[in-house]
């Protein structure tokens, strides 16, 4: 989703195959391994679109199953997709999860939408006989204490194999359509956590004062996400800036003038005017070494907060951040203000999952429109955009420090999907999604970032929701509808989640 070139792409995740069988049936029903064997590379090819995928090939013994699951775990994968090709034995499948300890999905993908009754034989039904051990399979993982899932539906083909007797070009019915959907989705999802576990968080300054519910321990992220923070000084970023030459200025101020709208003063609040040249050549030197840090520092996100003493140095320097931090966020760094860390987080499960996120809270309710403003002050993903973002000059930043530029923006029109990571009483991650519409209904003009967003229910009924799930009061909005994926990464990150 970055409108720039990434900075620090996320990692692919590393997905597991291995299709089933019994062995007994290779002698009875020649050129039934085979076919079986070509289903698992057509799965291979169609998932390493995603994906690096490490196909074992055909399981059918519990010897292998067994050497199945430690070739799977020193490829060290996220993510194992059972193919259940034709009926095999618990025995074969619960050693392959014994030894590798990565999450399980069984795919049950039958080749044929209806098998041709008058012509099938016993190999062309076992052929088709995945959802057999799919019930057995489940019941040992059940007294084994070993979780898993099951995406149901047609193989998809685009052809039909010469050894098949029924038609197999399943790829446009609705039950492949909606099964590879599904495998998608885990297999985007898998790249999160592994993308996250080798992350480094800036933390800048420190949390806005008082705002408690974005305090958290840094111990308790790093334990429940793999994630580093790094924790960085005013100190560290002035001296990057003392570094910035006119020239690396000038190339930002360039880059803005490129992607950012100019305004003239706002024709409602005399504290948004005209950005002056002053302030657009500072926040453009500041923005240069806001990517320096980033680069210094090797960062994947960054959070950030600094409430200086009036008239200091430092001041000035946050100041002018809210243009460089836009970029950043553009460039695959997301950026979150008033040091929200976990805000910080949601903003880079979007990013990785190349659907934005974009810094944001609740703005005001429209109660004739029925929307909700979501929208901050700070950084943009100006990606995600409906049209060029506006850059407003800032007489003060309200309940904060400093003067300095600012975007006025909204997300475009269509589909979106926040997400919020908060913090439950007894320490632990929770991820709050909820769907809805950005609408193209007015903003105001005060330099702020805002988007209408229409929920499914009125925006009485979705506060209450929402609220009662105690989130943290910032979230990240997404462009597309992705609460089944988002869900998908909860489930593989082991944290708890809910869909409103």
């Not at 289903?39 to 490490?54: D, P």
């Not at 140095?313 to 553009?330: D, R, V």
Request: aromatic content about 8%; some cysteine; glycine content about 10%.
């Amino acid at each position: 989703m970055s409108l720039l070139q990434s900075i620090k792409p996320s990692r692919k995740p590393r997905i597991g195959l291995y299709s089933v069988g019994l062995r007994a049936y290779w002698d009875q029903f020649p050129g039934l391994r085979e076919r079986l064997v070509e289903y698992g590379q057509f799965i291979e090819k169609r998932m390493s679109v995603w994906g690096e995928i490490y196909n074992y090939g055909l399981v059918d013994t519990e010897s292998e199953g067994r050497q199945a699951g430690e070739w799977l775990s020193g490829h060290n994968v996220d993510l194992v997709f059972c193919h259940a090709a034709t009926y095999s034995t618990s025995s074969t499948v619960l050693p392959v999860h014994q030894q590798c300890k990565a999450p399980v999905v069984f795919l049950n993908l039958q080749p044929t939408d209806r098998i041709d009754y008058e012509r099938t034989t016993t190999g062309e039904w076992l052929a088709n006989c995945g959802a057999c051990p799919v019930p057995e399979f489940a019941n040992a993982f059940n007294r084994a204490g070993i979780s898993f899932r099951v995406v149901n539906g047609l193989l998809g083909l685009d052809y039909t194999p010469d050894i098949s007797l029924a038609n197999e070009t399943t790829h446009d019915r609705k039950e492949a359509i909606r099964a590879w959907a599904e495998i998608e989705e885990w297999v985007r999802a898998a790249g999160v956590p592994r993308t996250l576990r080798h992350s480094r968080f800036g933390f800048l300054g420190n949390t806005y004062s008082g705002m408690l519910d974005l305090y958290s321990d840094f111990t308790m992220i790093q334990s429940q996400t793999g994630l580093h923070v790094e924790v960085l000084e005013m100190c560290d970023l002035n001296r990057l800036l003392k570094d910035v030459t006119p020239q690396e200025a000038a190339a930002k101020l360039e880059e803005v003038h490129g992607m950012f709208e100019i305004s003239g003063d706002s024709p409602s609040d005399p504290i948004a005017r005209k950005p002056t040249d002053e302030q657009m050549k500072w926040s453009c030197r500041v923005a240069a070494a806001q990517e320096k840090l980033v680069r210094e520092y090797d960062l994947d996100a960054l959070t950030y907060y600094y409430h200086g003493a009036p008239g200091g140095e430092y001041e000035k320097l946050q100041g002018g951040f809210i243009i460089g931090h836009s970029l950043l966020t553009a460039r695959g760094i997301p950026c979150s203000g008033e040091g929200d860390l976990k805000t910080a987080i949601a903003m880079k499960i979007c990013d990785i999952l190349g659907t934005g996120g974009s810094f944001s809270e609740i703005v005001v309710v429209d109660y004739v429109d029925e929307t909700i403003l979501l929208g901050h002050d700070g950084p943009f993903h100006i990606a995600i955009a409906d049209g060029k973002p506006v850059l407003r000059g800032m007489g003060l930043y309200h309940g904060k420090q400093g003067t300095g530029v600012s975007v006025e923006a909204k997300v475009r029109t269509g589909p979106v999907t926040t997400l919020n990571v908060t913090q439950t009483g007894d320490g632990k991650l929770k991820l709050i999604i909820s769907e809805g519409e950005s609408t193209n209904g007015p903003i105001m003009r005060i330099g702020n970032t805002q988007t209408p967003v229409k929920f499914r229910e009125h925006p009485d009924d979705y506060m209450a929701r929402w609220f009662a799930e105690a989130p943290t009061h910032h979230c990240a909005i997404s462009i597309g509808h992705n609460a089944s994926l988002f869900r998908k990464v909860g489930e593989l990150m082991q944290v708890a989640h809910c869909i409103l």
